[in-house]
């Protein structure tokens, strides 16, 4: 069987060498939907200001738990402290351990996976399932590449920090790729149209 399998495995229990199949919420095990295009799919909806934090969560536990239907709306808070802890890779970050935002899964989706194929040797969307951790794993172990560039090239302007001189000519040539997208909610957007109207 495959060594993704399947057991069972709590946050508590599980040791660095096993990949969670279920989170245990309320003393019971639920089973999530545990495959890297399943997250991608939940952290895409994290950062859509067209949804409220609240209605956000709920997206999550909805999309992550198989059976969320019949989960009790009292395990609600905790189901969210689990689902934050599977999608952090089973750390526990603290708004003192985030950092400024240096890339987009939706934006870098064409850099990020011929990034991570490298890594992992295959076309890893032609793979039909790949555990979260391992893909971002394998994200994490992405060296040069297009990718790093563009985050190196970030980060030094995100700390104001200069660029040397191929830098500023590459980001001259691919600033529409390396300036990470401010997104809009509706309302932001018929905002900026009727303003936009009133000069034409």
């Not at 545990?34 to 909806?45: G, H």
């Not at 709306?73 to 351990?97: I, M, N, S």
Request: charged fraction near 30%; proline fraction near 2%; hydrophobic fraction near 35%.
């Amino acid at each position: 069987e495959d060594q993704e399998s399947h057991c069972k495995i709590s946050c508590c229990e599980m040791s660095a060498w096993e990949l969670p199949q279920s989170l245990t919420v309320g003393n019971k095990d639920w089973t999530i939907r545990s495959d890297f295009r399943v997250a991608l799919d939940i952290l895409k909806y994290f950062g859509d200001p067209n949804y409220e934090e609240d209605e956000q969560w709920m997206i999550c536990l909805d999309i992550l738990f198989e059976d969320f239907a019949s989960m009790s709306p009292k395990l609600y808070q905790e189901a969210c402290g689990k689902a934050r802890w599977f999608l952090d890779l089973g750390e526990e970050k603290t708004e003192e351990t985030q950092s400024p935002a240096l890339m987009n899964w939706e934006q870098d989706a064409g850099l990020i996976i011929p990034a991570v194929n490298k890594v992992i040797g295959k076309e890893v969307r032609a793979i039909q399932y790949m555990h979260w951790w391992t893909f971002a794993g394998a994200y994490m172990e992405i060296g040069e590449s297009l990718f790093s560039q563009v985050l190196s090239i970030r980060q030094k302007k995100q700390k104001h920090q200069k660029l040397e001189k191929w830098e500023q000519e590459f980001y001259k040539k691919n600033r529409s790729m390396i300036d990470l997208k401010k997104r809009y909610s509706k309302e932001e957007k018929q905002k900026q149209k009727e303003l936009l109207a009133l000069f034409d």
